[in-house]
């Protein structure tokens, strides 16, 4: 159940039942020569959604306006301070909290969204009984294991195949255009030296890559790759999911 899609009255009836909710986070920022500006976002939402079938929740809308500023030089990305999404966040989660909300279950798509996210978090828990989890979509074993056998180390940093793949299978395939030929690989330890999005000034990352894939060959992606995908990572959210909304332990703050 979509939360913008429902009434109140419909709410107030899930709220009797359960007290999780899915949020998708994602961006709005450039993906390569055939990946849609809002590839992040539309990845978050449909595993977001499809794990909440799976798993009898309600979806908040997505948050797609988020930091990026590193793709500013490539027209189409739209990036807000770390801070502001930061705070955003926190205004979400306390005017859900008001409601009966606690327990909220973050799907990312964009990995510059996680170091405020988890300040957000740490808020949370800090005034309240309320407690947040944050998963990237691609954060599961099974769904790691499909894009090693689909791409191998060709899945990159960014652009990659995997999530070109999913929006392939949720709404067009662009051609590859600029991106038929592989980009330049990746040096050993980059991917982990630049972990959560930690890239240089927007004229420095256009330069160091011109069409914006960050070791990612997305010309491998394929509809059928990105059906799997989703499935697969929809039904491993919905797994996590219900663990989280079990009554465990309360994440680490």
Same mark, same amino acid.
């Given at each position: 159940?979509?939360?913008? @899609?429902?009434?109140?009255?419909?709410? $107030? *009836?899930?709220?009797? &039942?359960?007290?999780?909710?899915?949020?998708? =986070?994602?961006?709005?920022? !450039?993906?390569?020569?055939?990946?849609?500006?809002?590839?992040?976002?539309?990845?978050?939402?449909?595993?977001?959604?499809?794990? /909440?079938?799976?798993?009898?929740?309600?979806?908040?809308?997505?948050?797609?306006?988020?930091?990026?500023?590193?793709? @500013?030089?490539?027209?189409?990305?739209?990036?807000?301070?770390?801070?502001?999404?930061?705070? @955003?966040?926190?205004?979400?989660?306390?005017?859900?909290?008001?409601?009966?909300?606690?327990?909220?279950?973050?799907? %990312?798509?964009?990995?510059? %969204?996680?170091?405020?996210?988890?300040?957000? =978090?740490?808020?949370?828990?800090?005034? *309240?009984?309320?407690?947040?989890?944050?998963?990237s979509w691609w954060d599961f074993e099974p769904v790691n294991a499909l894009r090693s056998a689909?791409?191998?180390?060709?899945?990159?940093?960014?652009?990659?195949?995997?999530?070109?793949?999913?929006? !392939?299978?949720?709404?067009?395939?662009?051609?590859?255009?600029?991106?038929?030929?592989?980009?330049?690989?990746?040096?050993?330890?980059?991917? $982990? &030296?630049? /972990?959560?999005?930690?890239?240089?000034?927007?004229?420095?990352?256009?330069?160091?890559?011109?069409?914006?894939?960050?070791? +990612?060959?997305?010309?491998? /992606?394929?509809?059928?790759?990105?059906?799997? @995908?989703?499935?697969?990572?929809?039904? =491993?959210?919905?797994?996590?999911?219900? /663990?989280?909304?079990?009554?465990? +332990?309360?994440e680490p703050a």
């Amino acid at each position: 159940m979509r939360l913008d @899609l429902a009434t109140w009255p419909e709410v $107030e *009836a899930y709220l009797g &039942r359960s007290r999780g909710i899915v949020i998708p =986070a994602g961006s709005t920022e !450039q993906h390569g020569p055939m990946g849609l500006i809002g590839t992040d976002a539309i990845c978050a939402e449909r595993v977001a959604a499809g794990a /909440a079938d799976l798993a009898g929740a309600m979806v908040a809308p997505t948050l797609a306006y988020t930091p990026a500023p590193f793709n @500013l030089g490539f027209p189409g990305t739209v990036s807000v301070p770390e801070a502001l999404f930061e705070h @955003l966040v926190d205004e979400i989660l306390s005017s859900l909290e008001v409601h009966g909300f606690d327990r909220f279950y973050f799907v %990312n798509g964009h990995g510059a %969204n996680l170091a405020p996210l988890e300040r957000a =978090a740490a808020t949370v828990r800090e005034r *309240a009984s309320a407690d947040v989890r944050i998963r990237s979509w691609w954060d599961f074993e099974p769904v790691n294991a499909l894009r090693s056998a689909y791409y191998g180390d060709w899945e990159g940093m960014h652009a990659t195949p995997s999530e070109v793949a999913i929006t !392939q299978s949720t709404h067009r395939t662009v051609p590859a255009g600029l991106a038929v030929s592989p980009p330049e690989p990746l040096p050993p330890g980059y991917v $982990e &030296r630049h /972990a959560g999005d930690r890239h240089g000034p927007p004229d420095e990352h256009r330069r160091r890559f011109p069409d914006g894939r960050v070791g +990612s060959h997305s010309a491998l /992606a394929t509809p059928e790759h990105g059906a799997a @995908l989703l499935e697969t990572a929809a039904a =491993a959210v919905a797994e996590d999911y219900a /663990a989280f909304t079990a009554g465990g +332990s309360r994440e680490p703050a």
